[in-house]
């Protein structure tokens, strides 16, 4: 599969003199695009060189992690498992986008609350060990440790394409910003940026954890990346992480009418979907970022990374209308 994704520029702000840049993963090639098709990709070669033949997935009913994963196994004829958590405000029964593509799909939806994971990991491997399968779960054993660097991979080796497409642009990025939420995908760039020792800063607009809990997660990622790869963690590797948690208004999935309004607004004047779980809130963290530190004159990339079911969902739930 061609991984290339169209990057450009998307406005010059007149004002502030801020150039912003888009890389569109969205529209990867596969199962609806998003961050998720390289980090499934990631995953599922991973599972090939464990010699495994089940797949595995964790995430809730709107995961596009899950989605893809599917996608990828029904193709290859691996079956698929995926443990699905839900919140208290929701049961096992909620639909969304993804959920229903999970089932066209054909992956096994396995319903579990969230207090419940790391037993529930643990019964749907013995019961497919006793069938004499080698079942591959994308986190490793029940406590979620063994495949720890396997997704970063995936962001390490696009950080290569966003370096050669900024060449050929021939812009120097100031930063990068992406909406973060499980931090693959932010630690994956950190590796990739810390390889090739530029001054590119990456900045991830938490859609989720707290900075705290969030930063020690991605130097987790990130040290299990070049360790898995048997390469030297680069001294100043900690002072490259950088995660805002002040846009994450309320916490996973909680939105509001500005982030509303922001997804609008891309929508009309750009064609471009956000979403207001990830990239919505993404994209509107990154303009107030530029805002609140006075940032002028810079070149900025923003990273989409996809998420389209999620644009429908809110589409469809009539939350989209227009300004009066
Ligand atoms: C998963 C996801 C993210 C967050 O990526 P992580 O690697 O989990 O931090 C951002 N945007 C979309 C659309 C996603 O599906």
């Given at each position: 599969?061609?991984?290339?994704?169209?990057?450009?520029?998307?406005?010059?702000?007149?004002?502030?003199?801020?150039?912003?840049f888009?890389?569109?993963?969205?529209?990867?090639?596969?199962?609806?695009?998003?961050?998720?098709?390289?980090?499934?990709?990631?995953?599922?070669?991973?599972?090939?060189?464990?010699?495994?033949?089940?797949?595995?997935?964790?995430?809730?009913?709107?995961?596009?992690?899950?989605?893809?994963?599917?996608?990828?196994?029904?193709?290859?004829?691996?079956?698929?498992?995926?443990?699905?958590?839900?919140?208290?405000?929701e049961?096992?029964?909620?639909?969304?986008?993804?959920?229903?593509?999970?089932?066209?799909?054909?992956?096994?939806?396995?319903?579990?609350?969230?207090?419940?994971?790391?037993?529930?990991?643990?019964?749907?491997?013995?019961?497919l060990?006793?069938?004499?399968?080698?079942?591959?779960?994308?986190?490793?054993?029940?406590?979620?440790?063994?495949?720890?660097?396997?997704?970063a991979?995936?962001?390490?080796?696009?950080?290569?394409?966003?370096?050669?497409?900024?060449?050929?642009?021939?812009?120097?990025?100031?930063?990068?910003?992406?909406?973060?939420?499980?931090?693959?995908?932010?630690?994956?760039?950190?590796?990739?940026?810390?390889?090739?020792?530029?001054?590119?800063?990456?900045?991830?607009?938490?859609?989720?954890?707290?900075?705290?809990?969030?930063?020690?997660?991605?130097?987790e990622?990130?040290?299990?990346?070049?360790?898995?790869?048997?390469?030297?963690?680069?001294?100043?590797?900690?002072?490259?992480?950088?995660?805002?948690?002040?846009?994450?208004?309320?916490?996973?999935?909680c939105?509001?009418?500005?982030i509303?309004?922001?997804?609008?607004?891309?929508?009309?004047?750009?064609?471009?979907?956000?979403?207001?779980?990830?990239?919505?809130?993404?994209?509107?963290?990154?303009?107030?970022?530029?805002?609140?530190?006075?940032?002028?004159?810079?070149?900025?990339?923003?990273?989409?990374?996809?998420?389209?079911?999620?644009?429908?969902?809110?589409?469809?739930?009539?939350?989209?209308?227009?300004?009066?």
């Open positions: 599969m061609e991984l290339t994704t169209p990057m450009y520029e998307l406005f010059r702000d007149s004002r502030s003199g801020n150039r912003i888009i890389k569109r993963d969205d529209l990867l090639p596969f199962s609806l695009g998003g961050n998720k098709v390289r980090i499934a990709q990631a995953f599922f070669d991973d599972m090939r060189k464990k010699n495994c033949d089940v797949m595995i997935g964790y995430g809730n009913v709107r995961s596009n992690l899950c989605r893809v994963l599917a996608n990828r196994c029904f193709q290859e004829h691996i079956p698929c498992y995926i443990i699905c958590s839900h919140g208290e405000q049961d096992a029964e909620t639909q969304t986008g993804n959920s229903r593509l999970m089932e066209l799909l054909g992956a096994v939806l396995v319903p579990c609350s969230r207090d419940r994971i790391a037993e529930k990991v643990d019964a749907v491997m013995e019961g060990a006793g069938q004499g399968h080698r079942p591959y779960y994308i986190y490793g054993n029940r406590l979620g440790r063994g495949n720890e660097g396997v997704a991979g995936a962001y390490a080796a696009a950080y290569r394409e966003i370096l050669s497409q900024s060449e050929e642009l021939n812009v120097a990025f100031d930063s990068i910003f992406l909406p973060s939420g499980t931090g693959a995908t932010q630690s994956g760039l950190i590796c990739g940026h810390l390889l090739n020792g530029d001054s590119t800063k990456i900045i991830g607009i938490s859609v989720s954890r707290d900075r705290e809990r969030g930063t020690e997660i991605l130097r990622g990130v040290q299990s990346y070049f360790c898995l790869h048997g390469l030297a963690l680069p001294a100043d590797a900690d002072s490259q992480i950088c995660l805002e948690d002040g846009y994450r208004k309320g916490g996973y999935g939105f509001d009418d500005e509303l309004s922001c997804i609008r607004r891309v929508f009309q004047q750009y064609g471009i979907p956000l979403d207001p779980t990830y990239t919505g809130k993404g994209f509107l963290g990154m303009m107030q970022y530029l805002e609140e530190h006075q940032i002028t004159g810079e070149n900025i990339l923003f990273l989409h990374t996809g998420g389209a079911p999620l644009f429908y969902d809110m589409l469809n739930a009539g939350l989209l209308r227009p300004s009066v």
